[in-house]
């Protein structure tokens, strides 16, 4: 990477109701906690691979099959037409 062109990073906890993760990020903020002897700055996250829906199989897959046959069926007739 060029030096002096990219943002610092900082080492950040995200965190999701009862999930934690380390990692990095550009993000700074007041709180911060030690994990393994380093200081992490908290990110409170509302929404990840733990709670969403699609990740959690809480997601009900829309039949897209039934969409296309839907589509051809209506626009079938208009493509002879020109």
Known sequence: MKQGIHP???PVL???GD?????ISTLKTAETRT?????H???????SAFS???????KKIID???RVE????????QTGKK
């Not at 969403?52 to 809480?58: A, E, K, L, S, V």
């Not at 839907?70 to 007739?77: E, I, L, Q, V």
Request: charged fraction near 15%; charge should be negative; avoid cysteine.
């Open 64 to 66: 897209s099959a039934g």
């Open 52 to 58: 969403h829906p699609f990740y959690t199989g809480q």
């Open 14 to 16: 995200f965190v999701d």
């Open 70 to 77: 839907k589509f051809m069926r209506r626009y079938a007739n």
């Open 19 to 23: 999930h934690t993760w380390t990692g």
């Open 41 to 47: 700055y908290v990110v409170n996250v509302e929404i």
């Open 35 to 39: 994990v393994d002897g380093v200081e």
């Open 8 to 10: 610092p990073t900082y």
